[in-house]
Structures are given as C-alpha cells and as structure tokens.
T-cell receptor
Framework: EPEVTQTPSHQVTQMGQEVILRCVPISNHLYFYWYRQILGQKVEFLVSFYNNEISEKSEIFDDQFSVERPDGSNFTLKIRSTKLEDSAMYFC????????????FGNGTRLTVT | SQQGEEDPQALSIQEGENATMNCSYKTSINNLQWYRQNSGRGLVHLILIRSNEREKHSGRLRVTLDTSKKSSSLLITASRAADTASYFCATDDYGQNFVFGPGTRLSVLP
C-alpha cells in the first residue's frame, strides 16, 4: 500500500539554524498537510497546501515557517531560524480529495533544537 | 476554532475487556474520524463517521456520534495488548483542515 514518507526521521539542530523537513506524499493525492506534536501533547495543525499554494495556516505557522512543493513529488517544511520551542515531532499528511477521505500520515521527523 | 477533546486522558484495562473513549467538539462538523498512534509513529486512520450517521462498526471498533451533544465515542471490544496506543478524534468542519483532540492513552495489560 502506498505510504507517505518523511526524512530525516530525526534532526538535531542548534537554535537559530534553518531546517528543512522533507515529505513525499502519496502520488495521486492532492491535499498536503503539516502537523506537529510536542512530546506527549496534542497534534497541532500547521498548514495545508493545495494546487501549489497554502490553503490554510494556523497561528503557529508564522513568518519563520514556509512550505514548498518544488518538484511535484516532494513537499517540504522549512523553519528559517529555529527556536527551542520548535522541538517536536513534525508529521506530514496527504489525502486524495476533500470530504470523507482520511489523512494519510508519515511517521514523522523528530526535531530537536538545542 | 473547534477542537475535539477526548476523555479520559489515560485508560488502563486488562486484555479482553472493552475500552471506551469519548470525544467532544464545539461546532458543526462534516464528519468525525478516529486515529490511532503507536508510540513514536504517525497516526493511522481507524474509522470515519459522517454527521448524518449515529453509529458505525468496523471489526472490533464501534463508533457513535451524537451531534446534539457534539460528542462521539469509540469502543474497542475484546481488547488486546496490541491495542495499546494513543487514540485521537479529529473533526472535519467542511474545510480542508482536521482538528485533533489531545488523545486518550490506552494501555491494555496482558
């Protein structure tokens, strides 16, 4: 069964550095998402993306964050200048259509900012 | 924005028992979905119930939805140790986004 893949599985970075988290959504899916989960806490919506542009974004998704779909297969999340509080699991998800189709999640990237 | 809120936050039961988790939300929804997360992994979709449905079954899972109370429950019957995971409800408000609750951590003891 096709799956969403994320790389790397674990990223350690120093405060103030830029990080890029990578995702390959399922190939025929049209809607793409980033969520984050601080350890043991709730899954928080960051951003949704459709037709090469952001559809919705949360308050968390400030100017330090950006997303891109550079080549038709990869979907990336960039954090320009990381803060300690950005440490979390970041999950990419995709779905083929709206309505009743579920989200398909990758296994996440654990970001540790030191 | 609406949120699904699960209770209890944590639940510990013996293998073979039934586990019931509840979810409440705040505004009108198109559908409500339940997801499972094993430790350190991504979320996996379990079951979806539409706003015009009251109950749905899938294997050992039973989901109910009460739109008048804005609540849903997930029942796992005859639990197994492998059911140990966190369970999240997520609401779809006719938009593109899903809003997840804080989850219930289920421990099934052998």
């Amino acid at each position: 069964e096709p799956e969403v893949t994320q790389t790397p599985s674990h990223q350690v970075t120093q405060m103030g550095q830029e990080v890029i988290l990578r995702c390959v959504p399922i190939s025929n899916h049209l809607y793409f998402y980033w969520y984050r989960q601080i350890l043991g806490q709730k899954v928080e919506f960051l951003v949704s993306f459709y037709n090469n542009e952001i559809s919705e974004k949360s308050e968390i998704f400030d100017d330090q964050f950006s997303v891109e779909r550079p080549d038709g297969s990869n979907f990336t999340l960039k954090i320009r200048s990381t803060k300690l509080e950005d440490s979390a699991m970041y999950f990419c998800a995709s779905r083929p259509i709206l309505g009743t189709s579920p989200l398909h999640f990758g296994n996440g990237t654990r970001l540790t900012v030191t | 924005s609406q949120q699904g809120e699960e209770d209890p936050q944590a639940l510990s039961i013996q293998e073979g028992e039934n586990a019931t988790m509840n979810c409440s939300y705040k505004t009108s929804i198109n559908n409500l979905q339940w997801y499972r997360q094993n430790s350190g992994r991504g979320l996996v979709h379990l079951i979806l119930i539409r706003s015009n449905e009251r109950e749905k079954h899938s294997g050992r899972l039973r989901v109910t939805l009460d739109t008048s109370k804005k609540s849903s429950s997930l029942l796992i019957t005859a639990s197994r140790a492998a059911d140990t995971a966190s369970y999240f409800c997520a609401t779809d408000d006719y938009g593109q986004n899903f809003v997840f609750g804080p989850g219930t951590r289920l421990s099934v003891l052998p």
